[in-house]
T-cell receptor, first 119, second 121 residues
């Protein structure tokens, strides 16, 4: 079965601290995609990154970095030197075939991690 | 470029009333998705369309919910009659799939609209 687990429901840090958001996934597929979305207090869902299952290279974009490890089925997200504007709910998602085996696939979302960055 | 557009942004209605949510996908995207977000259940896929045709509506909660896509640039999600348990944020998303690696699942990214916050009293 396809499943995404974000075990951290809430995290609070003080500005300038580094913080890592955990994501563990389950899928039968050998080809799949992993995503992170950000939902700020305004409510919209903002796409951050997409990685495919064949590319385990870590990725860095400014203060954001992602660590993908197939051996542990994890796709963790680290924010370096956090800022108040990083306060949001962060969702990890898996794109995998659905129960019918459709190659369109479906997005399976975790329950999200609420990150609060205090000044 | 304009993103996914949803209207209204907020809707407050009374139980038993009909509610219609609207969505305009990103131009050129041929997949459209409706999601519902609640504290209890998180983000749930309700239905999705390809080229205006409903492909999978297995997430639609019950017959009170219906969705249509009369053309490539417009979709509606209707609830009739509405109930307090329908209160949620409803998101529309669109995507333009590309062939997946090694023949696997397609490599599209879904882009979400701002959502409609529905409150049924």
């Amino acid at each position: 079965a396809q499943k995404v687990t974000q075990a951290q429901t809430e995290i609070s840090v003080v500005e300038k601290e580094d913080v890592t958001l955990d994501c563990v996934y389950e899928t039968r597929d050998t080809t799949y995609y992993l995503f992170w979305y950000k939902q700020p207090p305004s409510g919209e869902l903002v796409f951050l990154i997409r990685r495919n299952s064949f590319d385990e290279q870590n990725e860095i974009s400014g203060r954001y970095s992602w660590n993908f490890q197939k051996s542990t089925s994890s796709f963790n997200f680290t924010i370096t030197a956090s800022q108040v504007v990083d306060s949001a709910v962060y969702f990890c998602a898996l794109k995998s075939s659905d129960d019918r085996g459709s190659t369109l696939g479906r997005l399976y979302f975790g329950r999200g991690t609420q990150l609060t960055v205090w000044p | 470029d304009a993103g996914v557009i949803q209207s209204p942004r907020h809707e407050v209605t009374e139980m038993g009333q009909e509610v219609t949510l609207r969505c305009k996908p990103i131009s050129g995207h041929d997949y459209l998705f409706w999601y519902r977000q609640t504290m209890m259940r998180g983000l749930e896929l309700l239905i999705y369309f390809n080229n205006n045709v409903p492909i999978d509506d297995s997430g639609m909660p019950e017959d009170r919910f219906s969705a249509k896509m009369p053309n490539a640039s417009f979709s509606t999600l209707k609830i009739q009659p509405s109930e307090p348990r329908d209160s949620a944020v409803y998101f529309c998303a669109s995507s333009f799939p590309a062939p997946g690696l090694a023949g696997g699942v397609s490599t599209d990214t879904q882009y979400f609209g701002p959502g409609t916050r529905l409150t049924v009293l």
